[in-house]
């Protein structure tokens, strides 16, 4: 049947999708626009399967806290070039996900593949499940979208967020302080910058699991005898060297990027804020 070109525009504005296709769609409804809605949503996630094996080596990330600073979410979602990591849709979407994940009550304090909540119903729309809400802008924006990992942080403390490189690097930070004022707020920023610039891995030593730290020593007592040192000697070269190891990958031990004569560590006693680094979550896009 002969369909009017103000109710394929309609289509188009409710959709997104090309304007052929809402015609062909709303042919096939019957001029029906919420059954040429379905039709399309239908092809949509058809064509979206047949991107989802390309690689996603673009994207962004996005880190959201809430005014309160006591719930805080950030995520990777990927794409395939830097062109649609800067569109508005792509972004958007980012930011639903990111709402649903802070929204969401059995994702708090949960951190893992972007796989473990596709499966959740959307919290705008419990029609739908997160991998369809993903599935239905790849098939819109025509490239494969991938939701890489999330963090979720609750906490009883506070909480301070940071990007960098316009989304390339994004930082959740879980801090204690006596009290919110403009300096803590500055120092935790610092901090922050810390984290995106320097990749720690742990906050202190005490919070080095043991299998990583007894695992560190063997790489380095078997480095030293190789290197044909004497037995006797072996533990102190091996303290030493460990030293250096916590100096790359504590954050309280690191060379603090804005006066590496002190560590972050110093730097935070100096202050007399009372501030205390609990926990953090640092993602840098391509996985890293």
Request: glycine share 8%.
């Amino acid at each position: 049947m002969a369909v009017s070109m103000a109710d394929v525009k309609k289509l188009r504005e409710m959709t997104g999708a090309g304007m052929l296709d809402c015609k062909k769609a709303l042919e096939e409804a019957g001029g029906d626009i919420e059954k040429a809605k379905e039709i399309l949503r239908v092809k949509g996630l058809a064509k979206a399967e047949k991107k989802a094996s390309r690689e996603t080596k673009e994207g962004i990330v996005r880190v959201k806290v809430t005014e309160d600073r006591k719930k805080g979410a950030m995520i990777e979602l990927n794409c395939e070039t830097d062109f649609v990591a800067r569109n508005e849709e792509f972004q958007a979407l980012a930011d639903e996900i990111l709402e649903h994940i802070l929204s969401t009550e059995e994702n708090a304090n949960r951190e893992g593949d972007g796989a473990d909540i596709l499966g959740q119903k959307f919290y705008r729309d419990g029609a739908k499940t997160i991998e369809e809400i993903i599935k239905e802008a790849i098939a819109k924006i025509g490239e494969n979208i991938r939701l890489s990992r999330y963090c979720r942080y609750d906490t009883e403390n506070y909480l301070h967020s940071y990007v960098h490189g316009g989304g390339r690097i994004g930082v959740l930070l879980e801090f204690k302080a006596p009290n919110l004022d403009d300096k803590v707020l500055r120092l935790v920023q610092d901090v922050a910058m810390q984290i995106a610039a320097m990749r720690p891995e742990f906050v202190s030593v005490e919070t080095i699991p043991q299998e990583v730290l007894e695992r560190e020593k063997n790489i380095l007592m078997e480095q030293a005898r190789q290197e044909g040192k004497p037995e006797h000697i072996l533990e102190k070269i091996v303290q030493g060297k460990l030293k250096k190891f916590y100096q790359e990958k504590v954050l309280l031990e690191q060379p603090f990027i804005k006066d590496d004569k002190k560590s972050v560590g110093k730097v935070i006693e100096e202050s007399g804020l009372g501030v205390e680094i609990k926990r953090f979550c640092r993602f840098e896009l391509g996985g890293i």
